[in-house]
């Protein structure tokens, strides 16, 4: 078969663009949301906010510039302003407000280190926002001696003396306390508080009041229905060492008094998240109710979201998710007083309805991921998909059920490449354990030929894949392209298919999955097409840890490429942020466990690596430090094996989602240019 279309190249990652923060409006006529775009000369992007129509009759329109980069849109009670945070003023964001019929967007703050995460009072009249700053700038603050700056000049000359401030407490640097780097930077001593500012640009006062003091991070608050108080999360002791657990309820006084804790120990809440679906803890319309993510503290990281509520005076929480056995990541309130919650399952990611009493319906469901949806009080559901045909659209689905696709945005690419629908496979592990894949044939697929086969494998280790996962659209859909045959599957370990299925993992990296993987490649082969001397294999983070495990223990791939992977348990534990995980992941301290984490690290089986490999990895990547990466090159280099490796400058644990657009253009041609070496797929 013939066909003008062409497949789908590296490249195309800068015409990808995606979509965030889908915001519906009050009245449910209106959808802000977020639209990414790769800015290839500046190698970066933009971000522009965009509102579309719900009844699609007249095409979505752009409402900010998109010169810098504006996100976090949140509608006024009455629907006609939008707030929003920018940096279009300068390299930290400011909250701004501007009005849906038009004008000029208007600045509400202008602090120091910056504003974000706007929510405003039901009445319209305030916003509530978080700012960061030290215990010095609190206390100056406290006394009045922190004023915004005079002009533009007066802005650059503070610039400069930050600056020059930030160089001495630097250099040296003194470290006091864990984790103290993540992202791509080192953490410094500030941390995030609630401020509340008059929303009218034109009032008489526009300083903004902080309500929180003291130690600790807060994050996006929520307020009350009746405008008493905000809802929030924070650590439950400031003084404990965690990025991630230990986070608690409280209810935030406007008067700046103690807040009050409402939930915490034994489990910990969601909260840290900032813009998109709800995941911090809100009320319900009548105020009766609050709602909360929370998670067991216990061996948290492979335990399932729940979605719990307690009374907004205080109580204990119940849980309305157990019985359903999957996580949940984010949800929001209805009109009636019901939830709607994203759930993970099987390999989608689906919108369902939680009543308080009684059970759990799907409302937008389908072969898709939903990766942000907002509600309104019409019932009206605006929701932003992931789908194997197209990697971000905004949806409408009206309270009859109906539903309606609001943009195209990538119809025009869409229409010149070939895209591979990927094909369910469900097979069974060796101990008899069903394990769900998909295989993605290359354009024009002789089952009687013999192609190579790519494998792809997730990180997390417990992220759930499935066949419209947007930021691996574009590598599954260029391998293919160039000829292999795609197969990924979610191995044990994987959320969306239950507590037990996801916590198999425990004690057992590695020897617990690996067998999942390479049953699911022997199904592939037996399907037939499979040139068993072409297999290649690839993964990034955790996936990356697999990708070598699997190298290290089976002779069959001729080629692997190991992305931003963690290969020794020890070092990993010593350098990263996520600590955390090897205390959840494995019994007994890690110091106490040497041998143990020795045997479940791939770099302990380097001398069995016979594979070509290519390592990849960034060199700001305080996840997977980079660390990890140089043992396993200097080892195999030393025992003279094939290998190659790539270190990506300015660049974190995120690379492939959302690094340079430069650098992930490079990093997927690099992995196809290491395959085509080493195992090459024919070419016409």
């Known amino acids: 078969m013939t066909t003008d279309r062409l497949p789908v190249t590296p490249d195309d990652i800068y015409q990808l663009d995606w979509l965030e923060d889908a915001q519906l409006s009050p009245d449910g006529r209106w959808v802000a949301y977020v639209r990414v775009s790769a800015d290839r000369l ?43 945070q920018s940096n279009r003023d300068g390299d930290k964001d400011q909250i701004y407000v501007m009005r849906f019929d038009g004008g000029e967007a208007r600045s509400l703050t202008r602090l120091p280190n910056g504003a974000r995460s706007p929510a405003w009072s039901p009445d319209g009249k305030q916003i509530a926002f978080l700012g960061r700053l030290n215990s010095d700038e609190q206390e100056r603050e406290d006394r009045g001696e922190v004023q915004p700056p005079k002009d533009k000049w007066d802005a650059e000359a503070r610039k400069l003396a930050e600056k020059q401030q930030a160089e001495e407490t630097t250099d040296p640097r003194l470290l ?24 009218d640009p034109d009032a008489d006062d526009r300083t903004p009041r902080r309500i929180t003091r003291g ?107 157990l019985a359903l056995d999957r996580s949940i990541f984010g949800y929001q309130w209805t009109a009636d007083g019901d939830l709607l919650a994203l759930v993970e399952d099987n390999g989608d990611t689906s919108v369902r309805r939680v009543p308080l009493d009684g059970d759990v319906e799907p409302v937008v469901a389908g072969t898709r991921i939903v990766e942000a949806f907002s509600a309104s009080s019409n019932g009206g559901v605006a929701f932003v998909t992931a789908a194997p045909d197209s990697p971000s659209d905004l ?60 494998v792809f494998i997730h990180g997390g280790p417990h992220t759930m894949w499935g066949p419209s996962f947007r930021t691996l659209w574009p590598d599954w859909q260029a391998a293919a392209g160039a000829g292999y045959v795609v197969f990924f599957c979610n191995p044990r370990g994987s959320e969306g298919y239950g507590q037990v299925f996801q916590a198999a993992l425990y004690d057992g990296w590695g020897a617990a999955d690996y067998r999942d993987i390479l049953a699911g490649i022997d199904t592939v082969v037996a399907h037939g097409g499979i040139d068993t001397e072409r297999i290649c294999v690839t993964g990034g983070s955790y996936g990356g840890f697999m990708t070598t495990w699997l190298i290290g223990h089976d002779r069959r791939f001729r080629a692997a490429v190991a992305q931003r992977g963690v290969y020794h348990l020890m070092s990993f534990y010593g350098t990263s942020d996520a600590y955390e995980l090897i205390e959840n992941e494995f019994s007994g301290e890690p110091w106490q466990e040497v041998d143990k984490l020795w045997q479940h690290s791939p770099l302990a089986y380097a001398p069995d690596i016979h594979t070509p490999l290519l390592i990849l990895h960034a060199d ?65």
């Not at 810098?68 to 006024?76: G, H, K, L, N, Q």
């Not at 306390?177 to 609630?194: A, C, N, W």
């Not at 120990?265 to 911090?280: D, E, N, S, W």
Request: glycine share 10%.
């Open 395 to 454: 949806w409408f689905r009206a309270a009859n059920g109906s539903e309606r696709r609001l943009t195209e945005i990538h119809a025009k690419l869409l229409t010149q490449r070939q895209v591979t629908i990927p094909q369910q496979i469900r097979y069974s592990a060796p101990d008899g354990l069903e394990i769900q894949g998909w295989v993605l044939y290359p354009p024009g697929f002789d089952p009687n030929g013999k192609y190579p086969l790519a």
């Open 620 to 684: 700001l990547d305080y996840r997977a430090p980079i660390s990890d990466a140089e043992q396993l090159f200097g080892v195999l280099r030393r025992l003279g094996r094939t290998v190659e490796f790539v270190r990506y400058p300015r660049e974190g644990h995120e690379l492939t989602r959302s690094g340079e657009p430069g650098h992930r253009v490079d990093h997927l041609r690099r992995i196809l240019d290491w395959w085509q070496r080493y195992a090459p797929a024919p070419t016409e």
């Open 176 to 199: 006091t306390r864990l984790p103290y780097r993540t992202g791509v930077s080192f953490i410094d001593d500030k941390t995030s508080h609630i401020y509340i500012i008059d929303s």
């Open 215 to 321: 130690a600790g991070n807060w994050s996006a608050p929520s307020w009350l229905p009746d405008g008493s108080a905000l809802l929030s999360t924070r650590e439950h002791d400031p003084a404990k060492e965690s990025l991630f657990l230990g986070r608690a309820v409280f209810r935030v006084l406007l008067d700046g008094t103690e807040p009050v804790e409402l939930a915490g120990p034994p489990f910990t809440y969601a909260g840290l998240g900032v813009g998109g679906t709800q995941i911090g803890p809100s009320a319900s319309p009548d105020g009766r109710w609050i709602a909360a993510l929370r998670k067991p503290e216990e061996r948290a990281t492979s335990q399932n979201g729940r979605l719990c509520i307690l009374p907004t005076e205080g109580g204990e929480p119940r849980d309305l998710t």
């Open 42 to 84: 500046k190698n970066n992007y933009r971000r522009a906010i965009w509102v579309a129509a719900t009844d699609g009759a007249t095409p979505p329109r752009q409402f900010t510039g998109g010169t810098a980069s504006d996100t976090s849109p949140r509608w006024s009670p009455d629907g006609a302003r939008l707030a929003f």
